[in-house]
C-alpha cells in the first residue's frame, strides 16, 4: 500500500510538473489573452491615472472578468514604466509598456525595446483652474435639481466613478464614486470611436481627407476591398469580416491584445459583404481609421501630436491621452483616458458643431453629419461613430428629441448629447452589462427636469 501511494504521489507530481511546463511554454491563447489584458489596465491605470497596481488588478480587472483572472498576478518596474502579468505568477506573460504621450501599448511579445518614440506635443495645456467657471476652469453652477438626480444611487447605477451634466454650456452637475475625482482620468472604450471621427472631421476640414474616397489601403488595391470607401467605414458597413465577440478569443480580443500591429490585422480581413450593404459593429473598422488618417500626414511624428495639438490643446483637455498600439498606431477605437470634465469638453464641442471659442474646427453640419443615420444599421447607428439608440430606446422616442445621440463604450461608458436642449449627460463607471443598468433612466429625468 505504501508503494501505491508513493507511485500515486510521484505521479501526480510529474502531471503537475507537465502541466506546469506546459502552461509556461505553450500557454492556450485564452490565458494569454486574459494576461494581456490585465497588463494593460494595470499600466494605464498606473501610470496615466496614478492608480495603485493592486486596486486596479482586483478592481477593474479580476472582480468584473472572467474567473481565470483571480488567478493573475502583476509587477510593475516603474523604472522601466511597464507591467508584467502571469497566470498563477508564471504562465502566458502578457506585458504593457509606458511612453508619455502615447499611454500604454501592449507587447505580444514582451519587446518594448523597439517602441516608435512619440514627439512631445507643440502645445502645452495647463490644469483648469478650480475656481474659474467650466469649460476654462473647474468651476460649477450646480443646479440642484439635476445635482440630486446624479446623486441618486438607482440612477447613477452600480461601480459609478463619475457623472457630469452640461446645459447652456456650463458645467451644472457632477458627482464621484468613491476613490475617484475631478482629476481622475477614466477610460472611454468605444466612446474612443467617437474621437476617431473628430479627428478624421479636422482633416477633412484642412482638405486631407474625404468621405467618398476609396482604394484606402495598398494591401487592398487588388481586391474588391479597394471599393471601400471612408464614409463605409465610418458608419460600421464595409463590408469587412470581424468578430467583435468578448469573453473568448475572436477577432477583438486577438486584435487587442495579441496582436503588435492592430491595424495590419485588422486590414487583412476580407469581404463577407458589398461595402455599404451591411451593418457589423467592428472595433476593427475604428482602428483601420486610425491608421488611415495618421497616413494622411507625410510626418509620422505630426501625426502622432495631431489629436494633442489639434483638438485636446485648443479644448482644454490637460488630462486626455490616446493610446497607440506597438506599432505606433492610434487604437481608435478603444483607448483614451480623461477625466470626466475632460470628457464633457469634447462633448460640448460637439454640442456646438465643432465651433470652439467662435473657431470653426470642424467642416460645418459635420456633427449633424455625424449622427445622420445610416441605412444599413436600420437607423440605430450614425454615419460617424456614434449611436442613435441606447438600450431599446432610440432618438425621437418619449422624452428623447430626436437629434438625441450617444457615445457608448465597454463596462457602462456613456455620453448623451442633444444639440437642441445643448445637454450633454456623461456617465463612467465599471458596470458590466450583466448588472442589467440603464443610462437611459438617469438621461429620461434628466430631461424632464429640464421640462
Known amino acids: ?62 472582480a468584473p472578468g472572467h474567473p481565470l483572472l483571480k488567478l493573475v498576478k502583476v509587477a510593475v518596474d516603474p523604472e522601466r514604466q511597464t507591467v508584467t502579468a502571469q497566470i498563477l505568477g508564471f504562465a502566458a506573460a502578457g506585458y504593457a509598456a509606458y511612453r508619455p504621450g502615447a499611454g500604454c501599448a501592449s507587447l505580444p511579445d514582451g519587446d518594448g525595446t523597439r517602441l516608435p518614440p512619440v514627439r512631445t506635443a507643440a502645445a502645452v495645456v495647463d490644469a483648469p483652474a478650480s475656481e474659474t467657471p467650466w469649460p476654462d476652469g473647474e468651476g460649477a453652477a450646480i443646479d440642484p435639481a439635476l445635482q440630486k438626480l446624479v446623486e441618486d444611487a438607482d440612477l447613477a447605477g452600480p461601480g459609478v466613478r463619475a457623472i457630469a451634466v452640461i446645459r447652456d454650456g456650463r458645467l451644472v452637475a457632477e458627482t464621484y464614486g468613491q476613490g475617484f475625482d475631478r482629476s481622475t482620468p477614466l477610460l472611454g472604450w468605444s466612446m474612443t470611436k467617437s474621437v476617431t ?18 482604394g484606402l489601403l495598398p494591401e487592398w488595391a487588388s481586391d474588391e476591398r479597394a471599393n471601400i470607401t471612408l464614409a463605409d467605414l465610418m458608419g460600421m458597413q464595409s463590408g469587412l469580416e470581424f468578430n467583435e465577440n468578448y469573453g473568448d478569443v475572436t477577432d477583438v480580443t486577438r486584435m487587442l491584445y495579441l496582436e503588435k500591429d492592430m491595424a495590419g490585422y485588422a486590414a487583412a480581413k476580407p469581404l463577407t459583404s458589398d461595402p455599404g450593404v451591411k451593418f457589423s459593429y467592428s472595433s476593427g473598422t475604428s482602428t483601420l481609421l486610425s491608421r488611415i488618417w495618421m497616413r494622411s500626414f507625410d510626418d509620422p511624428a505630426a501625426a502622432l501630436a495631431f489629436p494633442h495639438d489639434a483638438l485636446f490643446a485648443p479644448l482644454g483637455m490637460s488630462s486626455a491621452v490616446l493610446e497607440t498600439d506597438a506599432s505606433g498606431t492610434f487604437v481608435g477605437s478603444s483607448y483614451m483616458y480623461a477625466t470626466a470634465q475632460d470628457w464633457a469638453r469634447f462633448a460640448q464641442f460637439l454640442l456646438q458643431d465643432g465651433v470652439w471659442k467662435g473657431r470653426a474646427m470642424l467642416p460645418k453640419d459635420y456633427v449633424a453629419f455625424m449622427r445622420g443615420p ?69 438621461n429620461a429625468k434628466i430631461i424632464e427636469a429640464l421640462d
Not at 472631421?201 to 484642412?206: D, H, M
Not at 441606447?390 to 437629434?403: I, K, L, Q
Request: glycine share 12%; with cysteine; hydrophobic share 50%.
Open 1 to 62: 500500500m505504501g508503494r501505491i501511494l508513493r507511485r500515486s504521489a510521484a505521479a501526480l507530481a510529474l502531471g503537475i510538473v507537465a502541466i506546469g511546463g506546459w502552461l509556461a511554454i505553450a500557454p492556450p491563447e485564452l490565458l494569454k489573452v486574459g494576461d494581456g489584458y490585465a497588463a494593460k489596465i494595470v499600466c494605464s491605470n498606473v501610470f496615466i491615472a496614478k492608480r495603485d497596481a493592486q486596486s486596479v488588478l482586483a478592481d477593474d480587472v479580476q
Open 197 to 214: 471621427a473628430t479627428l478624421i472631421g479636422l482633416r477633412v476640414a484642412e482638405g486631407k481627407m474625404e468621405m467618398a474616397r476609396a
Open 374 to 442: 445610416t441605412k444599413a444599421s436600420e437607423g440605430k447607428y450614425g454615419q460617424g461613430q456614434v449611436w442613435l439608440e441606447e438600450n431599446g430606446v432610440r432618438a425621437g422616442s418619449g422624452r428623447f428629441p430626436a437629434d438625441a445621440f450617444w457615445m457608448l463604450g465597454h463596462d457602462g461608458q456613456a455620453i448623451m448629447l442633444v444639440p437642441s436642449l445643448k445637454l450633454a449627460v456623461v456617465r463612467l463607471g465599471l458596470t458590466p452589462s450583466r448588472l442589467g443598468y440603464d443610462v437611459q433612466k438617469l
